[in-house]
Every structure is written in structure tokens, then in C-alpha cells.
């Protein structure tokens, strides 16, 4: 019926907000204000019925043109957003925060701090207890602020002990920091998320005041509680803390591990494969090659001269105890089809010989015990090295040739 | 409760009632002499219906409004339209002696006035509650939510609730529906027997009484002037004068939210026309604005198509008979003739000629073409033979920018005036903080517009399109020849195209399916959908509106042809 063609309020905003989506997306701000200005009538007929009513579309595309446009100041922002505070009691929260975020980007901490306690002390009937998380949010960012404001007073004493002054109002001011801020900090990271920056400033205040078990107890919490989201971040901050506790070289691998299976890429595998190398665990020394062979499977990781001087060393000492052939086997199995291409071709020997020495030396290396003394890449690389007349390279051609019937158990 | 005043002994807010309906102060227990009725400024009270002509109402209410009556706001709203229509040039009579005895004709018909019982009278209306009864207890009369679903105008489900449930909940006293005073009853009429009001009937009366004048505005044009915001629809009520409050049920009569239709105001118009058993309207002849010659004649110049195919307008438009009187003119309530739609035929007829001599198959007006350009190209003498490639692409170069154009608009368009709407007094605080934020916001996003805001309406203009034969791009193709698709036979001049593809066999049965063809669904060549959907353009219908009408013609005119020879499916032989 002809009733499906009029144009009728719905249709109309409809085609308006489909009009500012395509000028959002091309950054014309202008005109996503000129539809903008057609749309706010909506507000009119703001019925919680649709899963994203009209005050919360104005709401998220006027924060994006305001933020963009050139003409609008954060004034102008300021004053949009307070509005847009007053307009649905369900997101007075959220509004805040996002409002806190931008002002941040904008390097405004103390009006965002002060956004924040305002925020922190709002109370709504039931609106209270149903936006609770977004209530420990807030008083997360605050705790993180006043983190921060921490921080400053500590720099400030210990310009100050430098020039032999003790000044002790700033000593108090950061112990009130740190009070404030440990208080939130804590309060958030027993919510499973993900929470780096709480946790790391949290552990950074801990262990400025010595109480490492609370640290310690928390990363563990961090990284090992399975309600908590994967987070490879988790372990790596674990680690880092061990390792400035000089903890044993057992538990820095054991927090290691779980990031080798979340993150086979992850830069801290080169630690990790050191530490496992020269395990005197068999079984650890076993997973080192694992790990270090994993990594070199990522393209990031193509030209690395340090892992590729690990994966050689550890290569070199197996062929030369002559034991745990078979580990080499295992690893080179699955990627004896595709590493030749990917790492030993001769457009690479050329590249990496011209860039970077150190980096053809470890593969080289490499390629000549796993694909033998005719390989490419070994064979170009050699050749130039013994050209140059370095004598690590003329080395390097002894040992593979020495040692080619290696390659040719492994490829068997 | 809503009472605020300070005690005059105490000065304390906290009133409670006394069983006589008065206040007294719980702190220090002063009885006022105000009673609960007198204080609540913003209900607003209603009293059992009267007749107009007995003139016996309250004129002062306690907020300033005086009752009113649903036909007063549209009789208010067809004043500022015919005084919109004859600032664009339309006869003074039109307003003084046309459309308001139409308007006073219908008042009487629909018993609403000029009449000694009118309707409603047996039946109190919904806006008193005399006893505690609650709303719904009574069986008689409906409830509210239905009363509002009642109502044409397309509502939102979630304001007709939340207004029925904040009306409901007040049981004991006086509950509010409308500002008007028959605004529930209003809502309540029977359809059928009385024909109610609604705001797309408003421009079915000036559509009529412009038909009755032959006045040169086609109803196309009109819904394009309203559209345009030359004759006032979307927000008349904001003219209402202080003491005619509108709220509740007032905004489902009068708040609409969409631009109605050319089929609805058609059809109503019909409808009234017959309701108010009109005589037979004033002849339409040949030296008429409406006759298909004429409007023929305009299409073809908007269409930049060549004058000469005038010449075959008018020889389809006498060779079926649609240029007769008796066919033209309007015969109110007489269901047997097909009603006239002026502007769609002549649209049609337009369409129909195009595919006699153009075929529009998607070929041979490309072949045509092709003939007619080397024509042009070595032979420049007695002027350029029309191609049709070229006039294509003119003229949907230009189709599309105004298209685009229009798009914009529609997605652009402010519905809501200033004058803040609210269904309840409940929401009435809530609507006005609305409506300011809206005020606000518009500002603060209109200065980062970069355009001006609430430019100038362009001037309304009879053309929407239009071409000059001074300009020396070629563009304007008026005065081209037919020569290159034309032939002399026998003295006269016919089409080169021998064929003819019909656009359906069979015609529907309008009362049935509503259509006579159905467009949507046969595939048609593109140069067809092109041509309906340019004078869909123009005359702001839907394609199949104007291709019914297409197939109404083609079957006058091969009538003889279909009947003999109904094997042949598709294509004909002229």
C-alpha cells in the first residue's frame, strides 16, 4: 500500500542519522553537524524501548564532532558533555567516565580529577547500586590520578634529599597519596578484567613501601586466576617483579611459561630460551629449543640477530655433544617445508650479508646444519664472509662442513 | 499534593485535603477556603459537551484556556491554508464563499454544527469522572489505549501507553484526556457514518475546492507546496490563539508526523465530496488548466521533450476520449466512473506516446537514436532531430542532482515546531526540559554547520525543472524535431515503430487488489523505469501509481485489438 512510502518522522531520522554515519566516516564535521542539528529533535520521542535510543546516539556522535571539529573548543565540550549528563540517568556514569577519558587526552588532570570525586559522590536511588561497576571504575581512574600526584611528590622529595633538604609536608602529602590511591587500586583488581595500568601502579606503590608479599600475592592473583581474563601482560608483570626480587631462575621460568603458550612471539622469549639453555634440566633445555624455534616462526622475528644467535648457539652445542639429534628433528619436521623459503632464500642472504652481518652469521649457521652445506643461503653467506676475509665466517664453513651428516639424519 | 503555596499561618509547604474537598495545613491545621478543584491550575476541568450555537461556555478556566471544541482547531487550520493558497495567487473567492460553505456543509452532515442535536449529547464525554469510579470500570465506555488506536495518525506505542497508564492512575477526581473539550469523543465516532476530521482531510478540502474553482494547481502541486512549507500542515496548531490549549488527545488529532500522501487526500477527497452530496463540480473543457492537453503541455516542456509530441498527446487523449467533459468533470458519488487524477494521466499519456514512437524496449529508441545523430552530425540545416541518448542524459544528469538533493532534504526535516507538546501534565516539566536541551543543542551543532541555518524557503515554483532554449549548451530539446522517427503514409503522419509491447494483458480489479497492474513485480526495460520514474520525480507518486494509469490507457486504446486478438501475448501490430 502506498502507506509504506510516506515519509514519516522515523523514516526521516532514519536517512538523517545514515546521512551523518557516511560524513563521520569521511571526517567531514561539518556536515555531520548540519544533521546533526536536524537529528536532536528525536530527543523529543526518547523511548528506553530501542537498543540505542536517541540520547545515547547524540550523546556518542556529538562527543566525536565536538572533539574533532575545528571550530569547537573544549568549552564547548565541557558544556556538551554536562548536558549530556543531565539527559539519561541510566548512563550518568558512563557520560562521566568518557568525559574523564577525553579531558585526560586533553592533558586536563585536574579537571578530570575533580569530574572523577564529583562522579564518586553521585547517588540515584536504585541507579546507585546498578551502575556499581561503573561507580568502581571511577573511583579506579581517581586511585590511578592519585597515583600519579604520588609520583610527582616522590620525584619532588628526592630532587629535594639531593640538595640535602628533607622537606617533610611533601613526605606527608605522598604518604596521603598513596593512602588514596592504594584504597581504589585494590578495590578494582579483585573484579576480573583486565586492569595493567591499576595493577602495575598498585605494585609500583607496594613495593615503594616494602610490602612485597601484598605484591606478590596480587600479580600471582593477576596472572593465575582463571576467572581473570588471559592476559599475557599478567605474566610478563609477574616476571618483571621476580626478577627485581632476584627470585630463583625455577620460579622466573615457571612465570614464564604460560606466556610462551599465550604468546609464542612475545620479545621476553628471548630470555626465556637463554634461561632454559643453560638449564641443567634436560627436560628444560628441551623446551628452550621449542621456544626459541617458536619464536622464529613470526615474521617480527625474521631479523633478529639475537634470537637467531640463540637458536644457533643452542644448535651448535647439540650437534657438537652429539645428543638430542632428535630434538633438532622434532622441531625441523613441521617447518622443513616452509623456513627454507621464509628465512633462507637467496634475495635474504643477500639482504641480511648487506645489513646486518651478525644476523647472517647466526643463520647461516643455522641453515647449514639444518639444510646442509649446499643450501643457498649457507653457501652465499659463506662465501662472502670468507671473502671479507672475517675469520668467524671461514670458522662457520668449517664446522657445517664438518659436521653436514648431521643434516643428513636430520632430513632423513 | 500539587498545591504550593505557603500557609498563610505558617508558612509551611505540607497541605492534606479534608473530607469537604479543602485544604488545610498539617502543620499547624489552617483550613483555606480553596478547594481542590480551584487550585490545581494545571488540570484542566471539562464540562459534558454543548452545542456551539448555544454559546454557553466557561470562558475563563483557571489557566487562561477556554473550552474548545476539535472542529474549531480545523476550521482555524483551513483558514491559514486557503489564506496560504490565495497569497500564492489563488482567487479570493476560493476562501470566502468556496471553502467555507464546503466547511459548513461538512459541519452540518457530521452533526458537529448548524444543527438542533449534535452528536455526542447522550454521550458524556470521557474528560469527567463525577464518581471514584475508576477509569475502566465502565463497561460503556472504551478504554483509552483503544480510543488512541483509533486514531489515523501514526502514533508511538510508547506514548500512548505511558499516557494511558499516567491517566489511568488518576482515579478519583477529574482525569484529563484533551484539552478539548470532545477531544475523547472525537476519537471515539464512528468513522463510517460521520466521516471524522484529520488533518490529511484538511488538504482533501482545498484540493476541492481548488477543483471546483479550476484553479491551475494540480494536487500533486499542492502536496509539493505543503511539502515545501508554502501552505501550512505539519505545525498549524502552534497558531492556535493562547486560550486554546492543546494536550493529550488533541495531539493525536492534530500532531502529525508525515507528509500524507497523494492516494489518501485523493481518495478522501472522493469520499467528502460524495459525503456532502455535492452537485456535479464545474466543467472541466478543453481551455482548462486540468484538461490533458494542457497539462500535457506543461509535462512536456518540464520533460524537455519536444513541443511536437503535443500533437500526439492530443490525438491519443481524442482517439480514447479522455478529453471529453463528461469524462473530465467530477460527478460526486457517482461509483460506476473511474475518478480523474489530472495529473498522473496526463503523466501517463505522456509515457504512452513516448513508447509509440520510441518503443522504449531498450533497443530501438537506442537505434533510433543512433539514426537521428548521424543525421545531426551531416546535416545541420533546418534544425537538430531529437536523440534520444542525448535528451537521457541530459536529463537524468539532472534528474539525479535534484534527486540527491531531495534525499537530503527529507532526512533533514524539523518536524517539531518550538511550542513544547506534552501528553500529560504529568510529562508537561519533562517535555519543556526537553525541548530546551533541543533548543540548545540545535544551536551549539547549527553554528558548527558551516551553513546558514533556516535559509530562505525558495519561491514556490510551478516548474521543478526547467530548460532554456537560449542557453547554448544544447541542453534544452523543446524545439527539436521528430522528423527522424516519423513517416508520412497516406497523407498522414505515423510513427516509424510498428510495434507496441503492452504493459499487462489483463487489468486488475482495482476494488480487489487495490492496483490495476503491478509494477514491483514484472521485470520492464530500463528505459521505461526511466521515464515513470521521472514524472515520479516530478510529481512526487510512487512508479506504479503513474504505470496503473499507463495500463488504463493502453487497454482504451487497443481495445479492439485485445479482444480479437488475445492470443498474441505481448506484442502488438498498430
Redesign the interface.
Known sequence: ???E?????KK?KD??L??IQDALLQKQ???A??????Y??S?????S?EHIGPSEM?WRI?TE??WH?S??SMK?FN??ME?MK??GVKRYLKVCLEHVFHLLCNGQIDEAYQNLSLAESWRFGEQTAIQDKEMKLIQAYRGLLDYYSWAKQKNILFENSEDGFSDLAVEQEMHGYFRKAAVNLKEIIKVPGVWDIFVKCYVDLLEFYGDHNEARQVLNEYAYNSKFPANPNAHVYLYQFLKRQGESKKSLISALKILHDIVPSHELMIDFNTMLQKSKKRKKRRLGLEVIFAALDYAGWKENAKAWSCLARQVKQIVISEKHLDWIKQEWNSRKDWWPAFHFSRYLAKRNWQENKSLSYGKALVAGILLGKGCKYFKYVSHQGCKAQLKRFRMLKKFVNRHNPVYLRISG | RDFNERCAQCSEVNWGLTDGGRFYCRSCHNVTERTREVVNTDFITNSRVQTISKGSRKQEKNDGGSEWYICEGFQLILKKQVEALEALGVCPQMKDEILCNFWRCYLQKSKQAYCKRPAGEAVKALSVCESSTDVDSDPERPSLLHLLSLSESEGDLQTDCSFASSVSKVSESTSVYSGSVDGSLYLMKNQKENLRMTMPMTLSFCYMALLWVREPITLSELLRFVVEGHIPYLNVFQHFPEKMKLCGLDLKIFCVESWPVYEEVFNKMHELAAFLDLPRFPDITESCFLHPDMLCMKYLMEANLPDELHNWTCRVVKKIGIGEVDFLTLMPGNKSTRKVKYDVLAAAIIVVVLKLLFLLDDHYEWLLSELAEERNKNNTEGGPYFEFKKWYEVVKHSLDVKQKKLDEERAKYVWRCEKPLFYSVKNKSKALKRRQMVVNLQNQFGKLSGTVQGAEKPNPSSFQLSWSEENTDGNCFHGHSLKGVLQEKRGLLTAMNPDYWLCTVKLCNERLCGHLAHYREVEFPQSYHFVLGLFSFLLRVQPSYIHDEVCMIEHKLFNKKLYKKLKYNTVLRK
Open positions: 500500500s502506498s502507506n512510502h510516506k515519509l514519516n518522522f526521516s536517512a538523517c545514515s546521512y564535521w561539518k556536515r553537524a548540519e544533521f546533526l542539528t536536524c536532536v529533535e530527543l523529543d520521542k526518547d523511548y524501548r547524540i556529538g564532532i565536538l571539529h571550530q569547537s564547548e558544556c556538551f548536558q543531565t539527559l
